[in-house]
């Protein structure tokens, strides 16, 4: 079964209604990330992204939700 939610006005497609609360909390997490600039252990946000673009799924979506991966020389981080 496969479940939809929202989240900025960016439709995640997800496996189970569960995995809504998953992506709030991933969502979270990477505001806080954001508003505190604390990208640790990486070095830049940039480093971040791009390890966390190749672990895919929930947080691929959640990532591309909140405009973290609209940069164009982005398009591809999640295919590593």
């Known amino acids: 079964m496969t479940s939809e939610h929202s989240l900025d006005g960016q439709t995640l497609n997800l496996k189970?209604?569960?995995?809504?609360?998953?992506?709030?909390?991933?969502?979270?997490?990477l505001q806080r990330r954001?508003?505190?600039?604390?990208?640790?252990?990486?070095?830049?946000?940039?480093?971040?992204l791009r390890a966390w673009s190749r672990l895919g799924g929930i947080r691929l979506q959640v990532m591309q939700a909140l405009g973290l991966l609209n940069d164009p020389n982005a398009g591809s981080l999640g295919e590593r």
């Open 16 to 29: 189970a209604a569960s995995d809504a609360r998953v992506a709030q909390r991933v969502a979270q997490h």
């Open 34 to 48: 954001i508003e505190e600039d604390d990208w640790r252990p990486y070095k830049s946000k940039e480093e971040a």
